[in-house]
C-alpha cells in the first residue's frame, strides 16, 4: 500500500475530514486532497506534521515487506 493511501485510511479511521487535518495542517483543503490522491508527493516533513496531527507514529505510515535471503530474514520498510 502506498503511504498516500495509508495516510487516507488512517485518517478515515480517527474520524477526521480532510478539511480538519488541512487547518491543521494550515494548508489548503484541495492541496491536502491531492497529497491523499497521489497527485502530489507527501515529504518527510509534511508526513511528520500528518502523523502528529493524527496522533500516529510515523512508522504507521510505511508497510513492512519481510525479504527472505539464503542466510537469514531481513524486515526492510518500504
Known amino acids: ?4 493511501e495509508t495516510v487516507r485510511l488512517i485518517r478515515l ?8 487535518v488541512a487547518d491543521r495542517l ?4 484541495q492541496t491536502y486532497n491531492g497529497y491523499e490522491l497521489g497527485r502530489r ?4 516533513e509534511l508526513l511528520q506534521e500528518i502523523a502528529a ?3 500516529e507514529p510515523i512508522q504507521k505510515f510505511f ?9 537469514k530474514e531481513h524486515s526492510v520498510y518500504v
Open 63 to 71: 508497510s513492512e515487506k519481510i525479504y527472505k535471503t539464503k542466510k
Open 26 to 29: 494550515k494548508i489548503p483543503v
Open 53 to 55: 496531527v493524527l496522533d
Open 13 to 20: 479511521s480517527k474520524g477526521f475530514t480532510q478539511k480538519q
Open 1 to 4: 500500500m502506498k503511504v498516500n
Open 41 to 44: 508527493k507527501i515529504h518527510v
